[in-house]
């Protein structure tokens, strides 16, 4: 380029300064470009970023999520247990589990050393040998408190973590246990109410509601105590008990011994963990007796004034009844039941026949499972066909065989003016109002009660007759079966009851397995066994529940128990 | 139409545009509403984030108060065990189970010709 201004400059010959104006000129430009170019694509990304981040800002509706809120949508809580008066059964605590990653371990003994020092039950040499051995994370300890994890926490350790999980407990330890059942690892419900009601028991957690139980735990542990006592004192192999509010069927106590440790379910054998309260059936014996009268009375086929000869066997072909006691000539029907006769009870039976007889057991809910949200109900085992011979000896008791819950609720029927209340051990609400069944009439379950007074004041359960609580009741004592063949030395014995006789309200059962010998006769006859235990079982929860004593007159049974203290001190 | 085609050309053709006095205005006003309505939505969003934040931040205080009152009842209800406690009234207070003897009604109290305060108050307890 020619540097020529006005056509009169330079023309023709090239300027020494032209040439490097030109280049700075050109440099300059180049620069300015580059310039624009950086700020262009700065301007870019900032407008990328701030584009982003007004989105981000202005359309992103995701909270930030926390880990707390990871941890809580994925919490499956089990709802408390409690009892009829709020006190808690089963509860949920927050543990911890302990490990430690192998790759942060500095001195796997002295670590050992540091944290059997605060957990004693974890082993310094065993915890050692694991440390140096595994790789990756190693599960020190399940379940820690916070209290322990705390401990933990103080010595200072980096290597170790928690891990947050909750665990099911039973602060009661084995009261209730049957009933309460358990749960696995996984917090799922294995056995008793824990499985049969599990999804009740997370539906409530989620609400913080507890599950309210009808059981009363004072009453629960009195019967509790009594079954271990009777079952030491009598050496049996197991015990069964039931406390039942006759007028609305709710359970206040049931219990089975032997029993097990609900917060470590593993350790427990198989057979403590049967419920035998609800789960087994049992030939019942005399306990049955009860309701031969009631049902021959109700339907109108004898009276109280009726007699009858019991001074012989009754023979059935190969078969013959006996009495324990046999009494020549012939009883009343009051009679029949106050010294608990076989021969009296099968005629009784015979004289109301097949029909009624099983159209009252079946009103008496002696025929089916009687209910219960425990689950695991005892299915009663009943005569494949009723000729003469077992309607006589279902008339006291044996050849059918029912679960101690299903006798009690009977019981219960007779208590509560004749009407059966199915049983209940969850607490009911307003709209869940108990099924009833009419079982006989109210003055028949009068009458009834009335002569299980006098058992109890002048027959076989006089042992069970206590100070002020009006027990009536009935003694059974059945021989079990072995290999087919009814043992004499093995028995089923039980006393049934229930209390105040004047105005029934609670109904009691007691029933020892195989109980040895209770005195110097060799008797372990419920008479002597279980109708004690139900006795004291009274005394202890009338209080309990209310009960006023009635104290106008000492109890007979208190007259006999004397008379055999002074006879066994002379 | 043939207006606006000639002012166009006139434009293309390098004239000045004709003077828009409001409009820098009107695009200001814009810009700042914008921008005022951005720092606006910003703000309510993170004040919104804040309010979730304290709320997670509250949940977790409320369940681990709740654990806390769980893991203090299951302690209480650990040490009210029945057979604990009996074992404390016999060791500690020397008390026994209530017999029936020891029951009256609130006539019978009445009816009582001397009440004996200290009598009755040792009835429960063994000697």
Redesign the interface.
């Known amino acids: 380029m020619v540097y020529n201004p006005g056509g009169e400059g330079w023309s023709g010959a090239r300027d020494p300064l032209a040439d490097e104006r030109d280049r700075s000129f050109q440099k300059r430009e180049q620069i300015q470009g580059r310039i624009r170019l950086m700020s262009g694509l700065c301007a870019g990304a900032f407008l990328m970023l701030a584009g982003r981040a007004s989105f981000v800002s202005l359309f992103s509706d995701k909270p930030a999520a926390s880990p707390v809120e990871k941890s809580a949508g994925s919490e499956t809580h089990r709802a408390d247990i409690v009892d009829r008066n709020g006190e808690l059964l089963a509860g949920v605590v927050t543990t911890y589990d302990l490990y430690a990653n192998v790759k942060d371990i500095w001195n796997p003994d002295d670590m050992a050393r540091r944290i059997s020092a605060v957990l004693p039950d974890v082993g310094e040499a065993r915890l050692a040998a694991r440390l140096k051995r595994a790789r990756g994370y190693v599960l020190i300890r399940r379940g820690l408190t916070p209290r322990q994890k705390q401990a933990v926490f103080s010595l200072g350790l980096p290597e170790v973590e928690f891990v947050e999980s909750e665990r099911r407990i039973y602060p009661r330890g084995t009261l209730a246990a049957h009933i309460l059942g358990f749960v696995d690892a996984d917090g799922a419900g294995k056995a008793g109410l824990e499985r049969a009601l599990n999804e009740r028991v997370l539906a409530l957690g989620k609400t913080s509601e507890a599950l309210r139980l009808t059981i009363d735990m004072r009453v629960q542990y009195a019967l509790e105590a009594e079954l271990s006592q009777a079952t030491a004192e009598f050496q049996a192999i197991g015990a069964s008990g039931v406390v039942m509010d006759a007028s609305s069927g709710e359970v206040l106590g049931i219990a089975s011994w032997p029993t097990f440790y609900p917060n470590a379910p593993g350790d427990a054998r198989p057979e403590s963990m049967r419920n035998r309260a609800v789960a087994d059936v049992y030939e019942m014996g005399s306990t049955f007796k009860p309701f031969t009268v009631a049902m021959g009375l109700d339907a109108g086929q004898f009276t109280l004034a009726n007699a009858i000869d019991t001074s012989r066997p009754l023979t059935f072909g190969g078969q013959s009844i006996h009495d324990v006691h046999p009494v020549n000539g012939r009883q009343s029907v009051a009679e029949i039941l106050i010294h608990s006769s076989n021969i009296g009870a099968a005629q009784l039976a015979l004289d109301i026949g097949d029909v009624t007889q099983r159209r009252y057991l079946q009103a008496f809910g002696l025929l089916d499972p009687a209910p219960l949200q425990s689950g695991d109900l005892g299915r009663p085992l009943l005569p494949k066909d009723w000729k003469p011979v077992t309607i006589a000896t279902v008339g006291f008791g044996h050849g059918i065989a029912v679960s101690p819950l299903a006798l009690t609720t009977a019981y219960a029927a007779l208590a509560n003016g004749g009407l059966r209340i199915a049983p209940t051990i969850v607490a009911r609400t307003p709209e869940d109002p108990p099924r009833t069944y009419p079982a006989v009439s109210p003055e028949t379950a009068r009458t009834v009660i009335g002569l299980m007074r006098e058992v109890v004041t002048e027959g076989t359960g006089r042992r069970a007759d206590v100070m002020g609580y009006e027990v009536a009741g009935k003694t059974g004592s059945a021989e079990k079966v072995i290999a087919g063949v009814y043992d004499k030395t093995k028995l089923l014995s039980s006393f049934a009851a229930v209390f105040p006789a004047s105005e029934p309200r609670y109904a009691v059962l007691i029933l020892l397995d195989e109980p040895k010998a209770g005195n110097k006769d060799g008797d372990a006859t419920a008479a002597i066994t279980a109708a004690p235990s139900v006795g004291r079982l009274i005394t202890r929860i009338a209080p309990i529940l209310g009960v006023a004593p009635v104290l106008d007159a000492p109890p007979a049974g208190m007259a006999i128990q004397n008379e055999e203290a002074k006879r066994r001190a002379g | 139409m043939k207006k606006s085609a000639a002012r166009l050309d006139e434009d293309e053709d390098g004239a000045p545009p004709a003077r828009r006095p409001w409009r820098g205005l009107w695009v200001s006003i814009g810009a700042i509403i914008v921008v005022v309505l ?1 720092v606006s ?2 703000r309510a ?1 993170t004040e919104a ?1 804040e309010t ?2 304290h709320i ?1 931040q509250l ?2 205080e409320l ?1 681990e108060t ?3 009152i ?2 203090r ?6 040490l ?4 604990r406690l009996r074992e404390i009234a016999r060791a500690r207070l020397n008390l026994s ?5 020891q ?1 009256k ?1 609130i006539d019978e109290l009445q009816e009582s010709p001397e009440r004996k305060p200290d009598a009755a108050a040792s009835g429960a307890v063994e000697n």
């Open positions: 951005a939505l910003y969003k984030q979730r934040k997670t949940e977790k369940r709740r654990r806390a769980s893991a009842e299951a302690e209480i209800a650990f009210e065990r029945p057979e189970p209530v017999q029936t003897g029951l009604s």
